[in-house]
């Protein structure tokens, strides 16, 4: 007999679709989905968003309408991102976002789950996540913070479940808690943005929420978000942001930084949250338009990726396709 053929072969463990299932290491469910949603002020219809495919920015009514089948999909968690109509360089009108809030829990009650993005940037003027120096030059730290903290305490006051600062401000976690327990809010959580990458594939989120930066004198976010060369600086940050209070930590983009992903799960015991951002889905979808990929299955693909990485949640544009397209994951 040939040697090779006493020789252990993994083949064996993908011999048959049985096989591949049974010795599996991720198993995604629909349960672990956030499903991000736009509510725009500006709107008087539900209107498609051109750069995210099948992706709209709603209004508060056509929002409610999208929660309601979102809930028959199987999805029951959300993530909100309110688009003001007015953009200030202070004094923030925050009643949009508070009423939308407000009305969705007020019809929907427990049977969803509110996070609130909590940042700056779909109110400034300058499209900055914080407020500027006089110059123009700097974005103000401590300004910034006891602001976000502010809008997140009346966030929390509407109804929302948790609170996700994704402004990258130093200090925001323990400033938000703090506001939070001081008003008996000591229930809603707090979902930190806490990896949040200085990135490209936020140029369709952006065009959504028209919050693309604008000050001449700071054209980008790299003097708050993290660099994409700097590893260390995300999981500093995170595990900061745990000991301030983060319930759960977040890496944003998410494809492209699954080593921080599997760091921070090993160098934290808090869940993690993955958040595949609208580039990094538009990207996809965009294949899929050229039949180049499958799209279920090539989404599908990535959260599995997310998940062997160590992501506990995951944020998708597509998390309302979950529940049906991992039924049919052919493995
Ligand atoms: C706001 C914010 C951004 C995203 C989520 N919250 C954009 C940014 O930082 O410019 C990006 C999400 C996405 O691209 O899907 N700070």
């Known amino acids: 007999m040939e040697r090779e053929e006493f020789q252990i072969t993994n083949r064996r463990s993908r011999s048959s ?57 199987g999805i029951t968690k959300f993530l909100i991102f309110p688009v003001p109509k007015n953009k200030s360089l202070s004094n923030f009108n925050y009643d949009f976002a508070i009423t939308a809030i ?45 602001e976000l903290a502010n809008y997140a305490l009346q966030l929390a006051q509407a109804g929302a479940d948790c609170i996700a600062p994704s402004d990258m401000m130093d200090g925001r976690i323990a400033a938000i808690r703090n506001a939070l327990d001081q008003h008996q809010l000591d229930s809603v959580s707090i979902m930190s943005y806490s990896s949040k990458f200085s990135s490209q594939f936020y140029g369709p989120f952006r065009d959504a929420c028209r919050s693309t930066p604008q000050a001449t004198k700071l054209s980008d976010r790299k003097t708050y978000q993290l660099s994409p060369g700097n590893g260390n600086d995300a999981l500093q940050c995170a595990i900061r942001d745990a000991k301030e209070g983060a319930d759960l930590l ?71 396709h979950a529940k049906k397209w991992i039924e049919e994951l052919e493995y």
């Open 102 to 146: 407000h009305t969705i829990k007020e019809k929907f009650g427990n049977e969803v789950w509110l996070a609130a993005d909590v940042c700056l940037c779909s109110y400034t003027s300058h499209g900055h996540c914080g407020i500027l120096n006089s110059q123009g030059t700097k974005v103000l730290n401590h300004e910034s913070v006891t």
């Open 17 to 73: 679709v049985h096989m591949r299932e049974l010795v599996a290491q991720v198993v995604l469910s629909h349960r672990q989905f956030i499903q991000p949603l736009f509510i725009d002020e500006t709107l008087d219809k539900r209107t498609p968003i051109a750069s995210l495919n099948e992706i709209n920015s709603d209004t508060l009514e056509s929002a409610l309408a999208q929660i309601e089948s979102d809930l028959k999909s």
């Open 250 to 320: 977040m890496v944003k983009p998410a494809a492209h930084y699954l080593d921080i992903i599997s760091k921070l799960k090993s160098a934290t015991n808090q869940p993690v949250a993955a958040y595949h951002v609208s580039g990094e889905y538009q990207g996809i979808e965009l294949l899929a338009q050229a039949n180049l990929v499958d799209r279920a299955k090539a989404q599908t693909e990535v959260w599995t990726a997310l998940k062997r990485a160590g992501a506990d949640i995951i944020i998708s544009y597509a998390a309302r």
